[in-house]
């Protein structure tokens, strides 16, 4: 039906969708398996609860939510998807994580590409930050190597979303 009525992108794997839904791991790589072959791209959103960053697991949850999805999709299907990572303890509550929390799990996002997809894929996959992006520290957040863009929520109702999408041209 998106492709239907234009639409190209679909934001598959949401923290609300994980819990309101229950929707699983397994089950979110299906669906990214078959929104790919309907024609549409794919912006696959990855993160872990506050809970599991205060018990480290942050690279454990992010690793298998990521599996989840490579092990429906091909080498060649990654093109068409883009990882957003969106920590759920920052999601609507203003708490963001610091640039330097955000790099480090886009650096791993890359790594595990890198390991369990493949290096092309792991330099040409986009990876954006979700997590509460707001006018004030999309530009801290846009300096750091591995934060290609940002998934932006509420912030894209106000009028600071134009300083949110400008901030890398700024750069």
């Known amino acids: 039906m998106l ?3 234009g639409i ?3 934001i598959l794997g949401h923290s609300e ?5 229950k929707e699983t791991d397994d089950e979110i790589g299906q669906k990214v ?6 024609g549409l791209k794919v912006i696959a959103c990855v993160g872990e609860h506050l809970n ?5 697991e942050t690279f454990h949850v992010v690793s298998r939510q990521l599996a989840a999805i490579a092990k429906h999709v091909s080498v060649e299907d990654w093109v068409n998807i883009v990882i957003a990572y969106e ?8 708490v963001v994580a610091t640039p330097d929390q955000a790099q480090e799990v ?3 996002i890359r790594k595990w590409l890198a390991q369990n997809v493949s290096g092309e894929v792991a330099s040409a996959t986009r ?11 999309a530009s801290s957040l846009a300096t750091k190597g591995d934060i290609d863009g940002f998934l932006v929520g509420g912030a894209s109702l106000k009028p600071e979303f134009v300083t949110i999408c400008n901030v890398k041209a700024n750069l």
Do not use: C
């Not at 990876?127 to 520290?137: A, L, R, T």
């Open 3 to 5: 492709k239907d009525i």
């Open 8 to 10: 190209d992108w679909v």
């Open 17 to 21: 969708r994980r819990d309101i839904f």
């Open 33 to 38: 398996a078959h929104a790919l072959k309907a």
């Open 52 to 56: 599991e960053r205060q018990a480290n």
């Open 87 to 94: 920590p759920v303890w920052a999601i609507g509550t203003g």
């Open 106 to 108: 886009h650096e791993d």
């Open 127 to 137: 990876i954006m930050y979700g997590g509460s992006v707001n006018g004030e520290n």
